[in-house]
């Protein structure tokens, strides 16, 4: 009988580990409860039964449609890949399933009519989603996919979606979200503190909530657009009413608005163009607050909205081609007559001769349009494209007008040149080239091996002028050669001879060099007048851009309050931010470009310190240095805008082209010497909390005052009772530091210093004089000395400590009267050493100080007399010493004591002490209103009763800030006349 039972339990084991196995596949399969196709890939399920451990996977191209709601658990799983689709007509819950049981590598998962839900794990899934609504968190989650819901979405913080975002509502959590993929939103669009967006935002209702949020592209918001502090967008703005709050809010393209405020150090670093554009007065719906005014570099510009429609096209060509290649073109579609503005809404064009149809994208410009000619002589270009424009094509060869003709030769160079840094070395690439005798549509090789002597020249492209000469390395001479009279001069119309070196595949490859920046056009021609070669008449021509080697700027102070310009090291040296070549000289043709090719300098920063641990999770706040800045016609040198950085930390300032020079990939980015920002001030306010009393009503602590007692600040509190400061880490503009945090470690082992000064002077720590010797406390029964506030207690900026005020000898009543101190108003002020930087403090003029006036304070219990056969009722008062005598605190109606913190003492004649004491468990709380307690709540001592008489003495002990005097009641003793004496009572 006893095996029988074993072998009972090892089949119900056996059966429980059968059903811990089980996995619903569909892959072609049948499937219990679900029908399927006739082609076998559609499965429909009335519903899906699991246990708690099953397993679902769906197969590449197959769909799975459940009729009714799906939730999965934590130990249950989900597999999919390739086109696989999961439908589930209500709600899709996998919240809850274990990441490493969530393998959904490609597919569809759509909730339809219902919720989607994920992410109280840590949850990642390549597939496209799709719900009435959708739920991704409260853990953040990895999305690969489309998000698109007929409702609500919501995000979780800290997650990462690869994809488009749709929905009525949008909501992205805070914080540091990375979204990959435009965002619509048919309602409205919040997206929390840190998060960065790469792609173009639309809604009518936006809000980028502060701070560190960065969105790079295009946002459209009919309705309203708010950006919060430190928040950025990279890229245009279509608005109605635009909010860009205090500080360092930016949008560096243009802005098309009904209205836009800029905040503190707000900008658009673009055009504003108001959508009732007004000629005489453009800037009429800016509202600007940013501190910059609107004909300064930094302040606002205003203007029409830039051209959108198609004007003419643009060809850019060589004089010369070989009819054995298939040349290319660059075809710009041009949005105004000077073409300083592109067509951005796509088109076709075909050039002729030879050409193709080739489409130029939304970037107005396409560099390889082919032209084709495989007979020797001149060809016109021509150009028709759809849609069709009514302007007149304009021809460009060299950075000159030309008249549109390219002359295809048999044979002749091909130069070009990467683009490099100008005074860099780097080759110029001349092919010797002509047309094959066996097939005249192949080039071949020619001078393979061979040195021949050249003449080549020069030319200025873009700009169309220039002051330095190309030179080129001379392989006979072994040094440069100016392509002109000198090193210093123009290039010149002259050809110079320089001796080169082709290799076995008929390519010379002699170094160049420019001091400047632009676009070169090199020309290399052949023409011997004798020898093997006499006959030949070879030319050919190329560009290559040379870009600054780097912006230079001027040396830095290492030092700066935050929200301020950084100084020059050199006191009184101006600012400059310099285009240069390698050796540091200035390029001075920097700036002369024209057309479409007009180059932005945008400003940067690179974030050096602090560094927090975990940075996937902690991140410092690194407001972005916005600005572009106007290197037009200015030799290669400007005046640098104000470097300002609203936070606490080291950076770098760094300058760059904002697209690469000329179209090519080189940025010459620059980098200034760190600066550290501290602290610019602080703030020290008090905590003003709402306090409930009894009957419903509410009243603020500290104390307000109103006339006639008069305090500083307007706000009082006992000596030795507990209050709540706030401290900020500020800037400039009056906006929190976040770096002054617990997680910086270059401050967090320091503190902020708290000093109590004379509220009427500011002078005299620790008041009053007289009497001397007051304390700043932790405010705890055994209080303990504050001296200042740990760095380690910042979050964000911003410390709250509770704190205490303590006069001496405040605690007993004195024989003395002078002893005691009378109302004395206090600030408290906030000071700090930055390392390595300099000292802050909460002082004006720069911070601002909490006001309070603190009392000598008391608990008096009335003396009080009476039958025993009633009880008698106390009137206990809190008072305030007002320097001559004891007054009622009309202010506090918050001070409390219940019936545990009621002593009775000393009690006399038939009186039992303990008699008075309320019952175990019981509790009576006595509040004070406006100093007193009111007649109905007062303190009662119930009657003695019948032969008992005698006195008590009565008091409050326990509140630390009102110290209680003692009170005598008397039972059972009368006197017809006044009492004299309280022996008289018994």
């Known amino acids: 009988m006893r095996l029988l039972h074993i072998f009972a339990a090892l089949t119900l084991l056996l059966g429980s580990s059968l059903a811990h196995a089980a996995t619903l596949n569909f892959n072609g399969g049948a499937v219990s409860n679900c029908s399927q196709s006739q082609d076998g ?102 999305v690969t996919g489309k998000i698109s819901a007929k409702g609500p979405v919501e995000i979780a913080s800290g997650s990462v979606i690869n994809g488009p975002i749709s929905g009525t509502i949008v909501n992205i959590l805070p914080a540091s979200t990375r979204i990959q993929g435009d965002i619509t939103a048919s309602v409205s669009l919040t997206i929390g503190s840190g998060s960065q967006v790469t792609g173009n935002l639309k809604s009518p209702t936006i809000d980028l909530k502060a701070s560190g949020l960065l969105v790079t592209g295009d946002v459209d918001a009919s309705n309203s657009l708010s950006i919060a502090s430190g928040n950025g967008i990279k890229g245009n703005v279509d608005a109605g009413e635009v909010t860009l709050d205090s500080s360092n809010a930016y949008i560096t393209g243009n802005a098309k608005v009904d209205h836009i405020t800029l905040g503190w150090q707000g900008r ?41 429609g198609l004007h003419h096209f643009q060809i850019e060509h060589p004089l010369t081609a070989l009819t054995c290649q298939v040349p290319t073109v660059k075809v710009t579609a041009c949005a105004d007559a000077s073409c300083s503005a592109v067509y951005k809404n796509g088109v076709n064009v075909t050039v002729s001769p030879g050409g193709e149809s080739t489409p ?78 066996n097939n005249p549509t192949a080039c071949v090789t020619m ?111 290492p030092t700066q309050r935050a929200g301020l310009a950084a100084a020059p090291l050199v006191a009184g040296t101006p600012i400059t931010l310099s285009a240069v070549n390698a050796l540091g000289a200035v390029t001075k043709n920097f700036g002369n470009e024209s057309g479409v090719a007009v180059q932005k300098v945008v400003l ?69 010497d760190a600066v550290l920002f501290y602290p610019h001030h602080f703030v020290t306010e008090l905590v ?51 770096n002054f945090d617990a997680r910086n ?84 002020r906030a000071t700090y050493a930055y390392p390595a930087a300099g000292n802050v403090s909460s002082a004006p003029a720069d911070g601002k100080e909490a006001q309070l006036t603190v009392l000598t304070g008391r608990l008096m219990v009335p003396h009080d007399y009476g039958s025993e056969r009633y009880p008698v009722r106390l009137a206990v008062q809190a008072q305030y010493w007002d320097g001559k005598t004891w007054v009622t605190s009309l202010l506090d109606s918050i001070s409390a004591f219940d019936n545990t913190l009621v002593v009775f003492a000393n009690c006399k004649k038939t009186l039992v002490c303990k008699d008075f004491l309320l019952p175990n468990n019981t509790i009576v709380t006595y509040t004070v209103d406006k100093g007193i307690l009111p007649p109905n709540r007062r303190l009662i001592l119930a009657a003695p009763g019948v032969g008992k008489s005698g006195s008590v003495d009565v008091s409050v002990p326990g509140i630390a800030y009102l110290p209680s005097t003692v009170g005598t009641v008397v039972f059972g003793v009368f006197k017809s006349g006044p009492v004299i004496y309280l022996r008289e009572m018994y």
């Open 360 to 437: 130029i994208d939304t970037s107005g410009v396409n560099a390889n349009v082919t032209v084709r000619q495989t007979t020797v002589g001149m060809a016109t270009l021509s150009l028709v494209s759809t849609p069709a424009t009514t302007g007149a094509l304009v021809c460009k060869s060299g950075g000159n007008t030309s008249n549109c003709q390219i002359s295809f030769l048999s044979s002749g160079f091909q130069v070009s040149g990467i683009p490099r840094y100008a005074e860099v070395p780097y080759k110029l690439e001349i092919s010797a080239l002509q047309v094959s005798p």
């Open 688 to 738: 003003v909390k709402k306090v409930d009393l009894p009957g419903g009503t509410k009243t603020e602590f500290p104390f307000p005052c109103s006339a006639p007692f008069v305090c500083a600040g307007d706000r009082a509190v006992y000596s030795r009772q507990p209050f709540d400061l706030t401290i900020r880490s500020q800037t400039s503009g009056g906006v929190d530091t976040k």
């Open 41 to 142: 890939l559609q499965y429909t399920c009335t519903s899906l039964a699991l246990t708690s451990t099953d397993v679902i996977v769906i197969g590449s191209a197959y769909a799975v449609t459940v009729n009714s709601s799906l939730a999965m658990s934590y130990n249950q799983g989900l597999t999919m890949s390739g086109n696989a689709t999961l439908t589930v007509k209500g709600n899709l819950d996998i919240k809850d399933i274990n990441p490493p049981n969530l393998k959904v590598t490609g597919g569809n998962l759509t909730a339809e009519g219902g919720t989607f839900l994920m992410g109280a794990q840590e949850q990642t899934i390549t597939a496209n989603v799709s719900a009435t609504t959708i739920k991704m968190g409260s853990n953040n989650v990895k």
């Open 447 to 557: 001078f393979a091996g061979q040195n021949k002597d050249l003449n080549l020249t020069c030319a200025y492209s873009n700009p169309d002028k220039g002051t330095l000469p190309a030179r080129i390395f001379d392989s006979a001479k072994n040094s440069y050669v100016a392509l002109a009279a000198s090193d210093q001069s123009s290039c010149s119309g002259t050809s110079t001879k320089v001796r080169v070196t082709f290799d076995a595949d008929g390519v010379a490859k002699p170094n160049m060099l420019y001091a400047d920046a632009g676009a070169l056009l090199l020309t290399a021609s052949y023409k011997p007048d004798s020898g093997s070669d006499k006959g030949l008449d070879m030319s050919g021509s190329g560009t290559v851009i040379v870009a600054p080697q780097q912006f230079l700027l001027t040396k830095l102070a």
């Open 604 to 672: 940067g920063n690179i974030l050096l310190a602090p560094v927090y641990e975990n940075p996937d999770v902690n991140k410092p706040n690194n407001p972005t240095v916005g600005g572009d800045l106007d290197f037009v016609k200015k030799g290669g040198v400007i005046a640098a805008p104000p470097l300002v950085w609203p936070e606490v930390g080291k950076i770098n300032f760094t300058a760059a082209l904002q697209y690469g020079y000329l179209g090519s990939g080189l940025t010459s980015q620059g980098t200034s």
């Open 745 to 828: 470690d270059v401050i967090n082992k320091t503190q902020v210093t708290l000093v109590p000064y004379d509220a009427a002077t500011g002078k005299n720590s620790y008041p009053p004089t007289a009497p001397s010797g007051s304390t700043l406390t932790d405010g705890a029964k055994a209080p303990a000395a504050v001296t200042g506030v740990p760095v380690s207690s910042f979050s964000n900026g911003v410390a709250t400590r509770s704190i205490a005020y303590s006069f001496p000898s405040a605690y007993a009543v004195p024989k003395e009267p002078k002893a005691l101190a009378s109302p004395t108003g206090l600030l408290l």
């Open 268 to 308: 658009v670093q673009q055009t504003i163009t108001c959508k009732a554009y007004t000629p005489s007065n453009p800037c009429s719906c800016v509202t600007n607050n940013s501190g910059w005014a609107f004909n300064e570099p930094m302040g606002p510009k205003c203007g029409p909205g830039t051209p959108s």
